[in-house]
C-alpha cells in the first residue's frame, strides 16, 4: 500500500490525491491536517501534495505542521512529490510550496523520485524547476484542468517502479 498523503484547501489537492491513489491501484489517501506527520514516519515510500497559497507558500494546513514535518528523518525514505499552482496569476512562484517540501525531505536525507515536465507549462518560475524539470508532478487546475488526468497517468506510470 502506498499512502498518498496531502493537504488542502479548496478540494483540488485532495481530488489529486484520490485521482493520484485511483492511478496507482494500491495505495491510501490520508489528509494530513488529520492524522499528522507520525503517519509519515510509519512509511519508507510514500507521495505528499500540497498545493501553493499567496506568493509561493504552503497551505495553511501544511504550514501548520511544518515544524514537525521539518524534523522526520527521511533517511532510507523514497517520496514523490506532486503539487498544485496557479501559473498565470502565481507565474512567478508557481508551484513553490512542491519545492519547499522537496528542500526540507531532501536536506533531511530522503530520496524524491518522479520528476516531471510535458513542455505544457506557461511560468515564470519556481522553486520546484530544477534542471529542466519540476520535483513532482506539477498541476493547474485554475488554468489547465483539462491536462490533469493525462498529468497523473503518465506520472503515475513513470513512478511506479520506485514503489
Same mark, same amino acid.
Given at each position: 500500500?502506498?499512502?498518498?498523503? #496531502?493537504?488542502?484547501?479548496t ?9 493520484? %491513489?485511483k492511478? /496507482?491501484?494500491?495505495? *491510501? @489517501? ?30 495553511d494546513?501544511?504550514?501548520?505542521i ?10 532510507g525514505?523514497?517520496?514523490?512529490? #506532486? ?13 513553490? %510550496?512542491?519545492? /519547499?517540501?522537496?528542500? *526540507? @525531505?531532501?536536506?533531511?536525507g530522503?530520496?524524491?523520485?518522479g ?21 513532482g508532478?506539477a ?11 493525462g ?13
Amino acid at each position: 500500500m502506498i499512502p498518498v498523503f #496531502f493537504t488542502s484547501s479548496t478540494g483540488n489537492s485532495e481530488t489529486a490525491a484520490k485521482k493520484i %491513489a485511483k492511478e /496507482l491501484g494500491n495505495a *491510501q @489517501v490520508f489528509d494530513l491536517a488529520k492524522v499528522g506527520v507520525d503517519e509519515i514516519k510509519k512509511h519508507d515510500k510514500m507521495i505528499i501534495g500540497s498545493s501553493t497559497w499567496g506568493e509561493g507558500e504552503l497551505q495553511d494546513d501544511f504550514e501548520d505542521i511544518w515544524d514537525s514535518f521539518a524534523n522526520i528523518d527521511f533517511t532510507g525514505k523514497t517520496v514523490a512529490l #506532486f503539487g498544485l499552482g496557479d501559473q498565470d496569476g502565481y507565474s512567478y512562484n508557481y508551484v513553490d %510550496a512542491m519545492g /519547499l517540501i522537496y528542500n *526540507q @525531505v531532501v536536506q533531511n536525507g530522503g530520496c524524491v523520485v518522479g520528476s516531471y515536465y510535458d513542455g505544457e507549462y506557461e511560468f515564470e518560475e519556481s522553486i520546484s524547476f530544477k534542471d529542466g524539470v519540476f520535483v513532482g508532478l506539477a498541476l493547474d487546475e485554475d488554468n489547465q484542468s483539462d491536462l490533469t488526468d493525462g498529468r497523473i497517468k503518465t506520472w503515475c506510470e513513470e513512478i511506479k517502479g520506485s514503489f
